[in-house]
């Protein structure tokens, strides 16, 4: 069925969809399937179809949905179609017409029974049909010929029935196809009525979001207000943190810069101590190594006066001796 197309230059997946009444799954597989269709792409990679690209598609969905053929067999007719020198927009109404003419040619070609068991030739019916004054005059009394000629009348009633036949079928498709167009008629009708329904819809929605997109607009106006006054709030908050914060480190610099200076000068007197002890303490050592020399020394002469004694005491026996 071939829908109301809206005149557009390009169309998005969910309307093309809409329009072949198959889901857009089905949609994406015919495009890889058919190079014909050749789709144009947006920066951020959405597919857009032309009007030629819908035609095809409808072809195709004729094809493959409508007359059940394989994907292989719909590319072998479309490309038949083009070898015809049929345009893409008008694929849709030669397929449907050429599915007709094709139903009507199979019937007219099906072989009655009498032409199966064989049928007076041509120049014989011309003989039976439109034969000469002479033989109106004088019919021939030949029983072959009285034969050929009823043959030919048989053949003749076979060839009407078959017509009327033909005839009554050909009534059969016509009255189908006239029918299969109410239904178009029909189905383009709902389609419609769904669209004006979903318009309808669309603008009660595009109303509604506009009366959101106001109330959105304003609390955001009185949002924004609110935060650039507690905006300027917090920025004297944080001026006055950020010099209190100075002063404290300023404070605590100074605190710091009084720590290390008297820690220089504890250093300092502990250096001075430490060098006084070291002086006094070289000094009793030296006085401890003169009092050890010292005593030494004595230790040295009382012996060599006790040596002296006893050597003097030893003379002087001598001599008293």
Avoid: C
Wanted: charged share 35%.
């Amino acid at each position: 069925m071939k829908a109301n197309i809206p005149e557009r230059t390009y169309y998005k997946i969910g309307e093309v969809s809409s329009i072949l009444g198959v889901k857009p799954h089905i949609v994406r597989y015919w495009v890889s399937e058919f190079p014909q269709i050749r789709l144009k792409k947006t920066k951020s990679g959405q597919r857009l179809f032309t009007r030629r690209d819908i035609d095809l598609l409808l072809a195709i969905e004729r094809l493959i949905i409508g007359e059940e053929y394989t994907v292989s067999g719909a590319k072998t007719r479309l490309q038949e179609l083009r070898e015809r020198g049929i345009e893409d927009h008008a694929l849709y109404d030669a397929i449907q017409k050429l599915q007709t003419t094709e139903l009507i040619d199979q019937v007219l070609a099906d072989p009655t029974p009498s032409e199966q068991e064989g049928a007076p030739t041509s120049q014989e019916s011309l003989n039976f049909e439109g034969g000469s004054d002479a033989d109106h005059a004088e019919p021939p009394h030949n029983p072959e010929t009285k034969s050929a000629s009823h043959h030919a009348i048989a053949r003749i009633e076979e060839l009407e029935r078959a017509l009327e036949l033909r005839e009554h079928q050909l009534e059969t498709l016509t009255a189908a196809h006239a029918h299969q167009r109410e239904t178009d008629a029909r189905m383009r009708q709902r389609l419609q009525e769904r669209a004006d329904a979903a318009e309808a819809q669309l603008a009660e929605e595009q109303a509604a979001l506009a009366r959101r997109i106001d109330l959105t607009q304003k609390s955001l106006l009185e949002e924004r207000q609110f935060f650039a006054d507690e905006q300027h709030i917090l920025t004297l908050y944080i001026e006055e943190l950020e010099e209190s914060l100075y002063q404290a480190k300023e404070q605590e610099r100074e605190a710091r810069e009084a720590r290390d200076d008297a820690r220089r000068r504890a250093q300092t007197r502990a250096m001075q101590q430490r060098y006084a002890l070291r002086k006094i303490a070289y000094s009793a050592k030296r006085q401890r190594d003169v009092h050890t020399h010292v005593r030494l020394l004595a230790t040295r002469l009382q012996q060599r006066v006790r040596e002296q004694r006893t050597l003097t005491g030893q003379m002087n026996r001598d001599d008293s001796d």
